[in-house]
């Protein structure tokens, strides 16, 4: 007996249509594009495997020191592989930027929404969220699943989807999920202050903004924000060009959710990492004259904890690897720093 398919009901919110798939080539051709994408990157991690033999077999060499037991055996192999190397890798590749792959070439498309029954101080916080990314879409959640809403942003060319979560009115969690492939970066949202919780403050711009990060200097720190301190948008990086070199300085979850911003644009979002606390900061600048300059911030405002990193997208959240996770009962959890190497 054939299994009944649900019906073919479809929902339009804010231009973007909700609904179940009505072709299975469209499944099928998904399922491959995700085997495919996990295939490259388990390639890279043997190829990333064996690049580091060959380092310590090359550094031993150079330095003339004893070669490493463990590498002993293969060690003629590695030298003889050696030969071929070069510094000619430009235009190589991994799966974070294969992530990103039009990151910095077209402007992100972002999608968000809320958990279910929200509150009206979160869909109020979900409007100011809007305003903060150029460009984005919010979308009521009413009673769909997970699934279907990613589903619908992945069939209208959605890049990123937000689900920002509460308690009790107060917003307390953020997930950023990157479309297609994932990742999906989980955060703790802490000392919200609103717009409207400000009398008086008037009219927000929405020109692109400029992007200022600070203290991201460990390997987990530039993957979440991937710009070297002081860095972002608009100052002096080249968006589009991904070499092996640039893969640590290259904007990933955080920085990947604006676009490229105009010269002239009096708009800076600030992204500042004080023990492993993510400081959101939204600011308009004002030239007093050639060397004054009035700072106006406009908010919100809030604090980010990272605690979870999935290589998958929100809906595979049983099945997706985890690449890093926060473990908080530890005995030396309260003195540990993971986003920043100092």
């Avoid at 179940?20 to 994408?37: F, Q, S, T, V």
Wanted: glycine share 8%; charged share 30%; hydrophobic share 35%.
């Amino acid at each position: 007996m054939d299994c009944l398919e649900p019906p073919n009901t479809v929902l339009e919110v804010h231009h973007i249509k909700i609904g179940y798939p009505a072709y299975g080539w469209k499944l099928r051709r998904e399922a491959r594009l995700r085997r495919e994408y996990l295939y490259r990157k388990a390639r890279e991690q043997a190829q990333r495997s064996a690049q580091e033999r060959k380092e310590k077999v090359r550094r031993a060499l150079e330095e003339n020191r004893l070669i490493p037991t463990e590498l002993r055996r293969e060690a003629l192999a590695l030298q003889g592989s050696l030969e071929f190397d070069d510094a000619g890798g430009e235009g190589v590749i991994g799966h974070v930027d294969d992530e990103y792959r039009w990151a910095g070439v077209e402007d992100p498309k972002v999608m968000i929404t809320t958990s279910r029954d929200p509150s009206s101080r979160l869909k109020m916080f979900a409007k100011e969220l809007k305003l903060v990314f150029p460009g984005a879409q919010r979308m009521n959640r009413g009673r769909h699943e997970v699934g279907a809403l990613v589903r619908a942003c992945k069939a209208n060319g959605v890049t990123d989807l937000l689900v920002i979560h509460e308690h009790r009115g107060t917003p307390v969690g953020l997930i950023v999920s990157h479309l297609p492939f994932g990742p999906t970066a989980y955060f703790t949202l802490c000392n919200v202050v609103m717009r409207h919780d400000i009398p008086d403050l008037g009219t927000v711009s929405e020109a692109k903004p400029h992007l200022i990060t600070h203290g991201f200097s460990s390997r987990l720190g530039k993957r979440v924000s991937l710009g070297s301190r002081g860095q972002g948008w608009g100052l002096g990086t080249r968006p589009g060009i991904v070499t092996p070199s640039l893969v640590s300085q290259v904007s990933d979850i955080l920085r990947y959710l604006f676009p490229v911003p105009k010269d002239d644009s009096h708009r800076v979002i600030t992204f500042a990492n004080q023990e492993d606390y993510i400081s959101f900061r939204h600011h308009v600048y004002k030239k007093m004259d050639h060397r004054n300059v009035e700072l106006t911030e406009v908010g919100p405002r809030f604090e980010l904890k990272l605690y979870m990193i999935r290589l998958g997208t929100l809906e595979q959240e049983a099945t997706a690897d985890v690449e890093w996770r926060w473990h908080p009962y530890t005995n030396t959890a309260r003195k540990r720093v993971f986003l920043s190497a100092e």
